[in-house]
């Protein structure tokens, strides 16, 4: 059985959806044991915080928890703070999970990417 | 487990109350060992109530009583059936064995397990429906080839091969012909008297029968070696205690499994087949016809087979997937991946498998929870932006 956590935001998936002229967006993919899974993140910055964040998951439960957990730690955060948002920290707060799972943790994979990619468009 | 529509009748089956019945007396009454017809009273009961089992077994496949040995299951008797001929005929005959690649574990296993032995294994590719190429077989045969192992219907897509077929054409080149029925027997009819197969691969628990029996049809004077060591029991092929309540109950499952029954099971499969091709984005896999009349697979493209799984038990449905998400194996299922689906459709894949237990209306039920369970997944989900 899932964790609650796991199970809350499974039911639940917070800030799901795209966003029109984002400031950054990113893509993550699932490690070796879940290359099927991925998620798009896309966020918009303000004042150097993440004052909006959306996405959008395929995968399995852990998966789904993943993005969605990732998107509500990551609402409301400096770029900095939000850059040590990652996969064992957000496997932590989801609780007990089979070990394989950690391999679907795409959405700080996403968040990071999207970070990056606001990161590369101000340098421009 | 009352509450719940449980649609994964593949992977186990309740208990007929029924076959319950007659296991019963064998359990707190004639519970003795079967003793040969010198024993004490209740060792010949017992041996008397084996045999009965025994040649209601045998007859349900044409078969002899001296053909039908009782095991613990079908993962046993596929092992016995292949290790058991590649002890008989590896040192005599060849070394060389053929089955396929959408096999069940038990019997790609043990092939693999013969391979480390320095036994040669040939998997034959199937076509994208499942199914055996019998002129790929034919020329796959060798002049060492001892055995062709070929299962009469597979565990996830359902696709049935021509049993017979393969049969004939492994009599033709004088090579021993196994073929795993677990998901077949009895509800799709195989006569060993019209069909020239060797050995055949049977379980008691995918029939409401008990866990922990199976069975395997062995011709007569097919060469097998004793895989197991042990008492002489089930004709010197199989040691061990004989599970009488077990023998029992299974003969009492195939009874009840009848081709009404079966016909049931069949309409309703093909009413859920049905409206789940009406969600879009939506295939089946395996044969849209020859296929096991309790099974419907479908793939969703888009989302996750374990996503949809929890959402529908979270509804209150039990069904499986071949995810890799899902699987113990951590890979995606090898069936899919065989009949040349993608991963992804690996991934998206549900099998739906019916029983006795089922009611028409749990069609309508399923189908309307999975429409809403996809439709669910797919807003959240970043592919297919452009269905």
């Not at chain 1, 993005?67 to 939000?82: D, I, N, P, R």
């Not at chain 2, 010197?236 to 009874?255: H, Q, T, W």
């Amino acid at each position: 059985m899932y964790s609650e956590e796991i199970l809350k935001h499974f039911q639940n998936p917070q800030n799901v959806g795209a966003m029109e002229d984002a400031d950054g967006f990113g893509q993550g993919t699932g490690g070796k044991k879940c290359p099927e899974d991925v998620a798009h993140f896309w966020i918009r910055v303000t004042q150097g915080r993440i004052a909006e964040v959306k996405q959008k998951t395929r995968g399995c439960p852990v998966a789904i928890a993943a993005s969605s957990l990732t998107s509500v730690l990551a609402e409301g955060k400096t770029l900095e703070e939000a850059q040590q948002i990652t996969e064992e920290k957000v496997a932590q707060v989801l609780g007990e999970m089979p070990e394989r799972k950690l391999d679907s943790i795409v959405g700080p994979r996403a968040l990071q990417a999207a970070i990056a990619d606001y990161q590369v468009q101000q340098t421009k | 487990m009352e509450d719940i529509v449980y649609l994964d009748n593949a992977a186990a089956t309740r208990l007929d109350e029924r076959v319950l019945e007659v296991m019963k007396p064998y359990l707190f009454d004639t519970y003795a060992v079967a003793t040969s017809q010198f024993g004490y009273l209740p060792g010949i009961e017992a041996k008397d109530a084996l045999d009965a089992a025994r040649g209601r077994m045998a007859a349900a496949l044409g078969a002899t009583l001296e053909e039908f040995i009782f095991t613990s299951g079908s993962t046993e008797s596929s092992n016995l059936a292949i290790k058991g001929v590649a002890m008989a005929l590896g040192e005599k005959k060849g070394r060389h064995i053929i089955t396929t690649r959408i096999e069940d574990f038990a019997v790609l296993y043990s092939a693999r397990a013969l391979e480390k032995q320095g036994f040669q294994v040939t998997y034959l590719d199937v076509d994208k429906l499942g199914r055996v190429d019998l002129d790929r077989l034919r020329s796959a045969i060798t002049p060492e080839t001892i055995l062709v192992s070929v299962q009469a219907a597979n565990q996830e897509i359902g696709t049935l091969q021509d049993v017979a077929a393969i049969a004939e054409l492994c009599q033709e080149h004088g090579v021993l012909f196994h073929t795993d029925a677990t998901h077949s027997f009895p509800r799709v009819p195989l006569d060993v008297r019209q069909v020239p197969v060797d050995l055949v691969t049977v379980t008691a628990h995918l029939i409401h029968g008990p866990k922990g029996v199976g069975g395997l049809y062995v011709r007569k004077d097919t060469p097998l070696g004793k895989w197991m060591d042990g008492g002489f029991q089930e004709f010197n092929l199989r040691p061990g205690s004989e599970n009488i309540p077990g023998a029992v109950g299974f003969a009492k499952a195939v009874e009840l499994a009848t081709p009404e029954e079966t016909a049931r099971l069949q309409g309703v499969r093909d009413r859920l087949i049905e409206r789940l091709l009406q969600v879009p984005y939506s295939q089946l896999n395996g044969h849209p016809t020859l296929r096991l009349p309790h099974n419907a697979n479908i793939s969703f493209r888009f989302v996750e087979g374990e996503s949809v799984l929890l959402h529908l038990d979270m509804r209150g449905f039990a069904v499986s997937t071949g995810s890799a998400c899902f699987s113990r194996s951590l890979e995606a299922s090898h069936v899919i991946l065989g009949i040349g689906g993608n991963h992804e459709r690996a991934h998206g894949s549900v099998r739906f498998t019916f029983g006795r237990f089922n009611k028409d209306e749990d069609v309508g039920a399923v189908a309307e929870a999975i429409t809403e369970v996809i439709e669910r997944l797919r807003e959240i989900s970043p592919l297919g932006k452009d269905r």
